[in-house]
């Protein structure tokens, strides 16, 4: 079973609509964010992984999107999720669901 970063988006937003409307327990949703924090690390190292091997040596996921081939008009984002580019901050956020 494959899930998306779209499906815990949504169960993120289900999770807070159900304390919001005092279904669920401060504790449970602490829970779900959690969790939820796991997995985004999770993607990550797999988005910072792809960009220092290339997809010939990695298959993605799917997780984070569909993988789109490298523009040579576009502009390589230096930097990765984790790591900012020296004096510049953090590397720029492209088009959702964009990698």
């Known amino acids: 079973m494959t899930h998306t970063v779209e499906e815990l988006r949504t169960a993120l937003f289900e999770t807070l ?7 669920i327990s401060l ?3 602490k829970g779900v964010a959690d969790v939820a924090q796991t997995i985004i690390n999770s993607a990550k190292v797999e988005v ?5 091997v290339g997809t010939k040596r990695l298959r993605p ?3 984070v999107g ?3 081939e490298h523009d040579p008009g576009r502009p390589t984002i230096q ?5 900012p580019v020296a004096g510049r901050g953090l590397p720029p956020v492209g088009p959702r669901g964009a990698i």
């Open 79 to 83: 930097g990765s999720a984790t790591q």
């Open 17 to 23: 609509d159900q304390l919001r409307n005092d279904k």
């Open 27 to 29: 504790e449970k949703a």
């Open 48 to 52: 910072d992984m792809i960009k220092a």
């Open 61 to 63: 996921t799917g997780f």
């Open 66 to 68: 569909e993988l789109i």
